[in-house]
């Protein structure tokens, strides 16, 4: 099955700086990996995607990377402001009806 | 709003009660996915309904707990004889399909269940 998993449980950067939050996973034939962010008491919501045929896709202020090669993807944000601060799970599609494989979260805390 | 919704968003109950849990996923949407998440841990896959049809189940899902779909719109999540350890965040998600052509999951906020 897959594993998937992130570097550093917490993170804390100041207000403006950039944050970048990794993530690993075991299964090569996996094909798109998505960052949700979860704040303190809702669900997660959807934030970037990429399929493996991609290295790199940007959004507002977000860019994930992938590398295929030693199977990792990050997630980068610009300027990280206060809203920023949350978990941030990646996660992988796997089997057939596309279910989620989540990773245990990197806590992002961000300080004025 | 058009996002999912869920409720109750909180329910707290003692063991051996049983608990129903709905999930109204975004009209459009014709999957819908149940999962669970513990504290500090992401959340865990529990079962998968396209239209009415619940197509896959994770091994999680105990003979305790039941889902329905029954007209392909709402979905319940039922869990009998309550114990200690469901206790969590039961959250639903539905798909339709993202820019990348790969079905995106759009989360509810979940119900948060306490069991005494």
């Known amino acids: 099955g897959e594993n998937v998993g992130l570097h550093l449980p917490t993170l804390s950067v100041q207000e403006g700086d950039n944050s970048i939050i990794n993530c690993a996973y075991s299964n090569s034939a996996s094909d798109y990996f998505i960052w949700y962010k979860q704040e303190s008491g809702k669900g997660p919501q959807f934030i970037i995607d990429?399929?493996?045929?991609?290295d790199k896709r940007q959004g507002q202020r977000v860019t994930v990377l992938l590398n295929k090669t030693v199977k990792h993807l990050s997630l980068q944000i610009a300027a990280t402001q206060p809203g920023d601060s949350a978990v941030y799970f990646c996660a992988v599609i796997s089997g057939g009806y596309n279910k989620l494989i989540f990773g245990a979260g990197t806590r992002l805390a961000v300080h004025p | 709003d058009t996002g999912v919704s869920q409720d109750p968003r909180h329910k707290i109950t003692k063991r051996g009660q049983n608990v129903t849990f709905r999930c109204d996923p975004i009209?459009?949407?014709?999957?819908l996915y149940w999962y669970r998440q513990t504290l500090g841990q992401g959340p865990e896959f529990l079962t998968y309904f396209q239209n009415e049809a619940q197509l896959e189940k994770s091994r999680l899902l105990s003979d305790r707990f039941s889902a329905e779909r029954p007209k392909g719109s709402f979905s319940t999540l039922e869990i009998q004889r309550t114990e200690q350890g469901d206790s969590a965040m039961y959250l639903c998600?539905?798909?339709?399909?993202?820019?990348?052509?790969?079905?995106?999951?759009?989360f509810g906020p979940g119900t948060r269940l306490l069991v005494l």
């Open positions: 990429i399929r493996s045929n991609m």
């Open positions: 998600a539905s798909s339709t399909l993202g820019g990348l052509g790969q079905e995106t999951q759009y």
């Open positions: 009209s459009e949407h014709n999957r």
